[in-house]
């Protein structure tokens, strides 16, 4: 802005002077942020790790660490980080969205029936029919948004009204077009979405634009902070925090490439996820966002249009609902009466609260969509491969579920005591 | 002092329903003045600011914010005159850091659309240090974390760090000890000596007597006297907040 002139004195400032952070104070910080129950992705990572190692163990010889399996839990993982991406939108502000999932389905479903080719067929070319239906399901997500702010009505009952009506919408496009009630793709570019794969060489090349792209950010960002002379973390965590990711990124790409390379889909699910990351850690909106969240009457007398900023979260909710359900469609090369339906919407919730993101709204980061994606995925997966029947799977996940909420609730209890948020 | 007054209001009146929370009163504050709002529970002194500041829609009467009328129906139209407001309540996110808090609505951006962190927090500690506040450890930490003397700083402190001519206080001691309220009271003090108007509400006559120019005082959501501490005691306030004269309300019980 730049009316933010401002009743300054004069006196000399004497702030983090520019100085880095010793090592033992960063830690130190660290630890009493994870003692106060602000437990970060700590609980993620941990429950990432005994996923893995239980069904590593578990499906050991049913190949569950072989590079094939992999790529398939990528492959598995990219739409629920989509559809979940949105999810984390409207968790921040405190709302939730229970429509998501045959919302995602409408979009496919339109989309699918934009591609029918033929003398009969609508023939419309794939990027018309993809945009279609991300419009049509923003608009959905509009309009949940609409009735929430306008007629003051929980978003949790607006939006279980929506997952009825939008699954008989599913199963009337259907069946309409369809005896049998299933539609293939006919469009061989949607089908690739997530059929296809990075060469091998490009999964490097992105690996590496990525990677420089994080380093330079951050040393920008320690740049600009020693300018205006604020105390900067040690440079060590920087270094760890850049290394880090080289190196499991790296892995990632190189696991992926001694099988058929990296998904497509996680590719485009992992462009969705930065930029809304993006979006929240770095605009005004995002911003906005987190402090409806925090405290609406806060945010409201702040001059934030807060009913605009919960609207936009069911836009963004339901606009990615059809990106993962395009994503999933693509992936079974067709759309059915029953594209929507199963675990999904449990999943890609569950996605969002495994990740970290709050229930209680105004906690929470973007990322987390990703690393609950690979948690609710590897469960899935390594389930799978068991061949558990779907009774056991659904307790399975009710308890994955389940856990992820009481972490939450005792974190938030937590840091109430201790007073972090 | 004679200057002219910065806000004046002119009958206003503001009724919820069945309760007349404010009846035709006029108020104004001036430069480099204190004026305190005084009343008992009730008398509608948190509506009145709650209008100033355009929380809440005036049903009638007239504002004037130096000399010329204005209307002001959100928020934003009151930053804008350049009128801050500290709530009873603060309002503050706890989720977010200080920095984030004290620029909340008016965030620096660079290239546009990215924010300007390191540009606030710079801002953010000028202004704190500049209103002598050191106890807070880290602009960066959430406000949650923070004890009510130091959230009451940096909800003062978000109010004078924008170029605002009038500053308004809801009961900003009345969560705070005996060595909080002496700074606040202290910052009220400093504040106005920089020619900005403010305007405090508290319960506390002992502290009004001490840092106000001039008191309002409230009753029933009517304006029954207006003070100056040097020419009055605090009987006669007191007198006037329980049993102070009112003009008949259409369809008031007596
Ligand atoms: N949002 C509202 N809806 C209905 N009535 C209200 C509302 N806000 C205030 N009132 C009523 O208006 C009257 C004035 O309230 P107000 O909060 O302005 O009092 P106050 O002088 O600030 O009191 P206190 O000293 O307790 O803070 C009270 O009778 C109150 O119940
Ligand atoms: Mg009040």
Redesign the pocket.
Known sequence: MSDMTKARQAGPIEAGGGKQQTLGEYVNAWWSRIKGGDLGSLPIIIGLILIIGIFGYLAFDKNFFSARNYVNLLLQVSGITAIATGVVFVLLIGEIDLSIAFVGAVGSVTMTLLLTQGEEGLNWPWYAAVGAAMLVTTLIGLLHGAIITRAGVPSFVVTLAGLLAWSGVVLILTTQYSKAGTIVIQDPVVKGVANAFLPKIWGWIVYAVVIIGFAATEFYQRASKARQNLSIKPMGISLFQIIGLAVIAGAAVWYANTDRGVPVSIMISLVFLFFWLFIANRTRFGRYVYAVGGNPEAARRAGINVNMIRIACFMISSFMASVGGIILASRLGSVSTNTGGGNLLLNSIAAAVVGGTSLFGGTGRVTSALLGALVIASVENGMGLMGWNSGVKFVVNGMVLLAAVLVDAYSRRSRASSGIA | MDNKPVLELKGVSKN??A?Q??YNVDFTCRAGEVMALV??????????I?GIAGI?KLDAGEVFFEGKPVTITSPRDTADLGIEVVY?DLALADNLDVVANMFLGREALTRGILLDEAKMEQEALETLQSLSVTTIRSVRQAVAGLSGGQRQAIAVAKAVMWNSKLVIL??PTAALGVAQTRQVLDLVRRLADRGLAVVI?S?NLHDIFEVADRITC?RL?QKVAEFIPSETTQQEVVHAITAGELDTVPGMVQ
């Open positions: 919820f329903g309760v929370a404010l009343g008992d529970n009730g008398a509608g002194k948190s509506t009145l709650k809440y009873q809801d009961e509400i319960h409230l959501g």
